[in-house]
């Protein structure tokens, strides 16, 4: 019995051993990296409190950078639409990305409040894109709250201001962060929703400008002042849940539409350019945008989003090279689909993502 048992523990403590051997792998930079750690620190304005997060960090950033280059590698050999690149997210996970920018708290007793009117027989046009009819404002920096909620809702209904005065001025979305909240059931950079944030317009009567009431990132007393008031909302309407045919069929008709989508994946906060895709999108739902329009390159659907999540996207080839931050997103998963109405206006939708622009997420 002595022998075996012997042998017993010595195969133990080798598993024992090679176990701790891989963790230790796992838990160690790698070397070869250090240059381009520093380049991307900088690159991005990256500084960390203490050495132990700066460790973790740099591992994540590890995994991220490998998961990214195997991506574009598999991009280059054609199984990929779009690539992806080490943009200012790069140190963080999923979970910590949707914690921070995409906290929508879809209501738990949610019901539309009116019934979207299709029209079938309609031919549509084959493309849509509501920035060269300038109903498109510029992409705004989301930063480290999950206001997205609040974006979406604005761009919707700057919009139909535009469509209505034919002026497009930039509304607050900070007005909502700091206003929209108990009584609407939305908390600010915790998260919120459109429908509720479209309510507290409608109550209030009104919705300051940016300029008047500029974003912070970060909750505050409520200061909105109706003397600043830049525009107001009658009503909303919410199209079919998950419908891309009425979605498609309000873009071309109404205007930019405020969705939501799941946007947890790390193909969706690293993407840089060209038609996302990913199969694993479900409709649970967690990240407000503005879709402002459709196409098809190369044979793919997509859908044209405004999206603040992403700092340093790259635009794609149907897109101004000028322009950061948008994104062409193809046979994307549509939760939930609301239009805002201004006085006797017709509705819109949005899909939102930010300019190229640094932080100090960390």
């Not at 309609?122 to 609040?150: F, H, I, M, N």
């Not at 003397?227 to 909303?236: E, G, I, P, Q, V």
Request: hydrophobic residues 35%; contains cysteine.
């Amino acid at each position: 019995m002595g022998a075996p048992a012997g042998s017993m523990i010595r195969k133990w403590l080798v598993c024992m051993l090679l176990a701790c051997s891989c963790a230790q792998a796992q838990v160690h930079k790698d070397p070869t990296l250090d240059h381009h750690w520093n380049l991307w620190k900088k690159t991005y304005g990256k500084q960390y409190k203490e050495k132990n997060e700066e460790v973790a960090r740099r591992l994540i950033w590890e995994k991220n950078l490998k998961f990214v280059m195997l991506h574009n590698l598999e991009h280059s050999m054609g199984m990929h639409s779009y690539d992806l690149g080490m943009n200012h997210l790069g140190d963080m996970t999923s979970e910590e990305v949707i914690s921070l920018m995409s906290s929508l708290r879809v209501p738990s007793q949610w019901q539309r409040n009116i019934t979207y009117k299709s029209n079938s027989n309609q031919k549509l046009p084959d493309s849509v894109d509501w920035r060269e009819k300038g109903c498109v404002t510029e992409v705004k920096y989301q930063g480290a709250c999950g206001a997205c909620w609040a974006f979406s809702a604005v761009g919707a209904l700057e919009a139909q201001l535009k469509l209505k005065t034919g002026k497009l001025v930039s509304l607050s979305a900070q007005n909502l962060v700091d206003c929209s909240t108990e009584k609407y059931r939305n908390e600010g950079c915790h998260g919120g929703f459109m429908t509720e944030a479209f309510q507290y317009i409608i109550d209030n009567k009104g919705i300051d400008s940016e300029a008047s009431y500029p974003y912070k990132a970060m909750d505050g007393k409520c200061r909105y002042d109706s003397r600043n008031r830049a525009a107001t909302c009658s009503k909303y309407t919410e199209l079919p849940f998950g419908s891309e045919d009425a979605l498609k069929e309000a873009v071309a008709n109404k205007g930019p539409v405020s969705v939501a989508i799941d946007a947890k994946h790390s193909s969706f906060y690293l993407y840089r350019s060209g038609v996302y895709y990913d199969p694993s999108c479900t409709q649970n739902v967690n990240h407000g945008v503005l879709v402002v329009g459709y196409g098809n390159l190369n044979g793919k659907d997509y859908w044209l989003v405004k999206n603040r999540m992403e700092s340093a996207a790259g635009a794609s080839t149907l897109v101004n090279k000028d322009i950061f931050g948008w994104q062409e997103i193809v046979e994307i998963t549509v939760g939930l689909l609301v239009i805002p109405l201004t006085q006797k206006s017709r509705g819109s939708l949005h899909f939102i993502t930010s300019p190229k622009k640094r932080n100090t997420f960390s």
